[in-house]
């Protein structure tokens, strides 16, 4: 009995050696291929043989191999027997299951899209966040200084001449600037015909692209509106922006450190309108400053005689750049026509400032989810949009100079 008994083990063990043996030989690629056709008859088949004689151990095996090869708890039984059990196919919904292999060069195109429809965030100051908040230590600019003499660019520090006098002890003053990452979300929805019917994308000399770019003609033309309407959403709210009150950045027109000029007469736009606010730009913002007008305003601004039309060329744009070009200059300084500022007669229809001191805090570069499972009964296509970012102007607060008396800031609006 003995005898039998080890004679039957010996087989088993024989089996089961072999079918280990013909699993190790799966190569990888054929196991993927297995999972993304929804197929584990042939995996299953090929390990239920290993315990024939144990139908409670054949599962228990089954299962255990299963979950450890597809790294997933989807797998039951049912009885001596095994269920329908499928795993679903890699998707682009989700990072766990094949969101994260998306194309780097979706979220290139958008950016690239954002960059070159606003005139604002190729000219601001972009710093990474790591998570969802951000505290970022800057130098104590806004408070005045207490004597005639006192820099304010640097925290109040106040070096003196002297000849073999011992020093005497300065110490710079900090602000504690903070950002949290909003979200910026939008989605559409569009019929896999039209996504395959588009065909290829062409490379143009406006929108250069390799020929191997894996963009179609209908996802080029999607992420070039999807760009555009981020750039209008984000530079929108980087202009009129209400902060966190309302879960967005906060724009230059309603920030507490925007001196608002005084207008000559109501509903107008007069040159004493241009010189009070350039009086009343930072010294050092005359390097990076622009001017920005409501369309509305346009027509006063171009009667003024300090405007050019033919002065300004654009020597910062590299070759086959596309961004929004100014329509002239004033006060030597270029100006820019957009339709989110407020119209003329209201504060903010003429704002000079200078972008490089406008901070935009970017959580993450912007996300493309595309996933065709959603609407799978419906042959459509999601595409979801996800951009986290936070800005506000740098100086929470007006600067006084150094004689105690003149008042300055890096953004000017015209009031009311």
């Given at each position: 009995m003995a005898v039998y008994a080890r004679d039957k083990v010996d087989r088993w063990s024989g089996q089961t050696t072999g079918v280990s043996g013909k699993v190790q030989q799966l190569a990888p690629q054929e196991l993927v291929l297995i999972t993304q056709r929804k197929s584990l008859v042939?995996?299953?088949?090929?390990?239920?043989?290993?315990?024939?004689?144990?139908?409670?151990?054949?599962?228990?095996?089954?299962?255990?191999?299963?979950?450890?090869?597809?790294?997933?708890?989807?797998?039951?039984?049912?009885?001596?027997?095994?269920?329908?059990?499928?795993?679903?196919?890699?998707?682009?919904?989700?990072?766990?299951?094949?969101?994260y292999l998306l194309p780097q060069d979706y979220s290139d195109a958008l950016l690239e899209v954002i960059a070159e429809e606003s005139f604002i965030y190729p000219r601001a100051t972009v710093i990474p966040m790591f998570s969802a908040d951000l505290q970022a230590p800057?130098?104590?600019?806004?408070?005045?200084?207490?004597?005639?003499?006192?820099?304010?660019?640097?925290?109040?520090?106040?070096?003196?001449?002297?000849?073999?006098?011992?020093?005497?002890?300065?110490?710079?003053t900090f602000?504690?600037?903070?950002?949290?990452?909003?979200?910026?979300?939008?989605?559409?929805?569009?019929?896999?015909?039209?996504?395959?019917?588009?065909?290829?994308?062409?490379?143009?000399?406006e929108s250069p692209r390799p020929a191997a770019s894996p963009l179609l003609m209908a996802e080029h033309y999607l992420l070039r509106m999807f760009g555009r309407a981020s750039a209008l959403t984000a530079e929108w709210a980087f202009l009129n922006g209400a902060g966190a009150a309302q879960q967005m950045p906060l724009g230059i027109v309603r920030a507490p450190g925007t001196f608002a000029a005084a207008r000559a007469g109501a509903n107008l736009i007069a040159v004493a309108d241009v010189a009070n606010m350039a009086a009343r730009l930072l010294p050092y913002s005359w390097m990076n400053a622009i001017w920005a007008c409501s369309p509305t305003a346009l027509a006063q601004i171009q009667q003024i005689a300090s405007y050019s039309i033919n002065q300004y060329h654009e020597v910062e744009q590299e070759p086959r750049v596309r961004r929004p070009r100014p329509c002239g200059v004033l006060s030597s300084l270029p100006l820019?026509?957009?339709?989110?500022?407020?119209?003329?007669?209201?504060?903010?229809?003429?704002?000079?400032?200078?972008?490089?001191?406008?901070?935009?805090?970017?959580?993450?570069?912007?996300?493309?989810?595309?996933?065709?499972?959603?609407?799978?009964?419906?042959?459509?296509?999601?595409?979801?949009?996800?951009?986290?970012?936070?800005?506000?102007?740098?100086?929470?607060?007006t600067i006084t100079l150094q004689d105690t008396t003149t008042v300055v800031a890096p953004y000017v609006v015209l009031a009311v």
């Open positions: 042939h995996f299953l088949n090929l390990v239920r043989g290993a315990h024939p004689h144990n139908p409670q151990r054949q599962q228990y095996t089954c299962q255990k191999q299963l979950e450890k090869d597809y790294q997933t708890d989807r797998v039951t039984a049912a009885g001596n027997g095994w269920q329908a059990v499928t795993k679903a196919v890699m998707s682009e919904s989700s990072g766990l299951t094949g969101g800057r130098l104590d600019v806004e408070t005045a200084p207490t004597a005639a003499g006192i820099c304010p660019f640097f925290g109040g520090v106040n070096f003196l001449w002297g000849l073999e006098d011992a020093a005497v002890e300065t110490e710079p602000r504690m600037g903070s950002f949290h990452a909003w979200d910026l979300l939008g989605y559409c929805t569009v019929s896999n015909q039209w996504l395959q019917d588009a065909g290829a994308i062409q490379p143009t000399t820019f026509v957009t339709d989110k500022l407020p119209t003329l007669g209201n504060r903010g229809d003429l704002v000079l400032f200078d972008p490089s001191l406008y901070i935009i805090a970017q959580r993450m570069e912007v996300v493309v989810d595309v996933s065709p499972d959603d609407l799978f009964r419906n042959n459509q296509t999601v595409y979801r949009i996800w951009l986290r970012l936070d800005g506000k102007p740098m100086t929470s607060g």
